[in-house]
Structures are given as C-alpha cells and as structure tokens.
C-alpha cells in the first residue's frame, strides 16, 4: 500500500500514521478536504494531522476526525467547531488530541501528543454536512 509507512526493523515499536491524499466527503465537485499523505512518530511523541478545506466555510463547519487500524472498523475520535463550542471527544482523547480551525488559511488541524502503539492507524477529517 503507497500510503502506509514502512518501517524499518529496528523501528518496530514507531507509530506509523498514514494519511489519504484526499478525502471528498460528499460527491460534489466544489467541497473538497486534502490531507498530506503519511506522518511517522515514535511513542510517547507527537504529530500535527492537517486537513487543508476548500468549497465551504470552515468557520461555520462542524469538523470531525476518525481513524481507522487496519482490519478494523472505523472509529470516531472527535468533533469541533471552535474553542469552547461544540468539541466532543471520544474517551481517552480529550487530553491527548488537541483541535484547532485556522479559518483565514482553511485549515483544519490536530495535534495527537504521548503517542501509544495503538494509535497507529489511518486518520481522517470529516466536515460534517447537517
């Protein structure tokens, strides 16, 4: 699989998280959420998930993230709207997965610190159309 980091022996116990290129969320050829392709990072450490928005406000959207371990189904990690407003997390990840909208440049970003294992998993930002 091209978006799946590959890692080498001696780095086994790493954190590998892969990223889809893109994610439409809806069929329609004007929304449109980018994601890079992968991100690697050691236990106990940190890395910034990205999702670059086009074709609709991010200021008035409702964001989710989920992620998916291979052979797995998918599940939902949180929702945000702004700081303070409409933010609900899944357990366990309120104090580790910290969101945040920068509006002006359409971005939509996560910040997943202290790492585990088991957070090794396909990641995805979602806008949410209700």
Known sequence: DKNRVTLPSGMRSAVSLSLFLALIVRVHSDVVLTQPKTGTAVPGGSITLTCKTSGFDLSSAYMQLVRQVPGQGLEWLLQYYSAGSSE???????????????????????????????????????????
Do not use: H, Q, W
């Not at 990840?93 to 396909?122: C, G, H, Q, W, Y």
């Open 88 to 130: 609900y997390y899944a357990p366990g990840i309120k104090s580790r997965f910290t969101p945040s909208k920068d509006n002006s440049n359409n971005m939509f970003t996560v910040i997943a610190r202290n790492l585990r294992i088991e957070d090794t998993a396909v990641y995805y930002c979602a806008r949410d159309t209700v």
